[in-house]
């Protein structure tokens, strides 16, 4: 059973900036896909980006392409979220998450470990 723990959420005043961080447990973290979704109230959960098991190849949702970056430390068993120019509609609970699917997948029937979540709050 895998475990993720984000942290680096927080209030930020639009156009700021923050690094999301997930801690797994597991030493076989780099058999994962790990990708970041998020839920704003009211609206559904929806995909934000993936990065493969090798960290070679990311995925991104077209409202946060040019002003996120996911990246992981395999060593450190840690996927990370930088989330650059940030807006008001990027106000969500952000979650973590990990996939035994080989390759991109932006559905979160795909991913079976998940986290609790971390609260990001822009400010206009």
């Known amino acids: 059973q895998v475990q993720l723990v984000e942290s680096g959420g927080g209030l930020v005043q639009a156009g700021g900036s923050l690094r999301l961080s997930c801690a797994a447990s597991?030493?076989?973290?780099?058999?994962?896909?790990m990708g970041w979704f998020r839920q704003a109230p009211g609206k559904a959960r929806e995909f934000v980006a993936q990065?493969?098991?090798?960290?070679?190849?990311?995925y991104y949702a077209d409202p946060v392409k040019g002003r996120f970056t996911i990246s992981r430390d395999n060593a450190k068993n840690t996927v990370y979220l930088q989330m650059n120019s940030l807006k008001p509609e990027d106000t969500a609970v952000y979650y973590c998450?990990?996939?035994?699917?080989?390759?991109?997948?932006?559905?979160?029937?795909?991913?079976?470990?998940w986290g609790q979540g971390t609260q990001v709050t822009v400010s206009s």
């Open positions: 998450a990990g996939s035994g699917v080989f390759g991109v997948t932006t559905s979160s029937y795909d991913y079976k470990y």
């Open positions: 597991e030493r076989t973290f780099s058999n994962y896909g």
């Open positions: 990065i493969i098991r090798s960290g070679s190849m990311t």
